[in-house]
């Protein structure tokens, strides 16, 4: 029962170097988003997808990209890290239901470090 | 500008009482609010959520409870237990009105419960 699965748990780059946050889920669910959080701050959402093919920017895109080419996976590329994004990322996914509950379901998180 | 405001860094509470954490919100088009419980090195975990048309929501020792007319609503936890210490985040959420909808949480900055022995 993995849930969502996010890979790696931990990472330092260097300024300027690029990565791929890795996101998976195997609860078929339509909406995956990306947040991250910084020390002290609640979280804050990155990229969404209502579904494969779509993704949509949230409060704070910039430095961020994202595709969703299946259901399962929502991978979040830095292209040219800056300490700014020294963070705790996470990942989660949804399935709201017209009405229903609509909770989230968060992986265990990424702490990336810029230096 | 903060949608969903915790303005509790942090709350410490004995083992056996009630826990209150409070949280405030601006946008009257949310729909749902839900609460979340994080751990050290762990994602956030779903707890308790409420609908907007509701406004209490019970969960065992969890009540959440939901003032519109004052955009407030709290978290109870009613005997608090040292294994509940853990940041609790307040989270708010509202349908878009386009096709496939824009459905997305918003969060608070959280609250630190100690829950002392």
């Known amino acids: 029962n993995a849930g969502v699965t996010q890979t790696p748990k931990f990472r330092i780059l260097k300024i300027g170097q690029s990565m791929t946050l890795q996101c998976t889920q195997d609860m078929n669910h339509n909406y995956m988003y990306w947040y991250r959080q910084d020390p002290g701050m609640g979280l804050k959402l990155i990229y969404y997808s209502v579904g494969a093919g779509i993704t949509d920017k949230g409060e704070v895109p910039n430095g961020y990209n994202v595709s969703r080419s299946t259901t399962e996976d929502f991978p979040l590329r830095l292209e040219l890290a800056a300490p700014s994004q020294t963070s705790v990322y996470f990942c989660?996914?949804?399935?709201?239901?017209?009405?229903?509950?609509?909770?989230?379901?968060f992986g265990q998180g990424t702490r990336l470090t810029v230096v | 500008d903060q949608q969903v405001k915790q303005n509790s860094p942090s709350l410490s509470v004995q083992e056996g009482r009630i826990s209150i954490l409070n949280c405030d919100y601006t946008n009257s088009m949310f729909d749902y609010f839900l609460w979340y419980k994080k751990y050290p090195a762990e994602g956030p975990t779903f707890l308790i959520s409420?609908?907007?048309?509701?406004d209490k929501n019970e969960d065992g020792r969890f009540t959440v409870f939901l003032n519109k007319s004052a955009k407030h609503l709290s978290l109870h936890i009613v005997p608090s237990q040292p294994g509940d210490s853990a940041v609790y985040f307040c989270?708010?959420?509202?349908?878009?009105?386009?096709?496939?909808?824009?459905?997305?949480?918003?969060f608070g900055k959280g609250t630190k419960l100690t829950v002392n022995p």
């Open positions: 409420i609908s907007s048309i509701k």
């Open positions: 989270a708010a959420f509202s349908r878009g009105v386009t096709q496939g909808g824009s459905e997305k949480l918003v």
């Open positions: 989660a996914s949804s399935s709201p239901s017209g009405g229903g509950n609509t909770e989230a379901f």
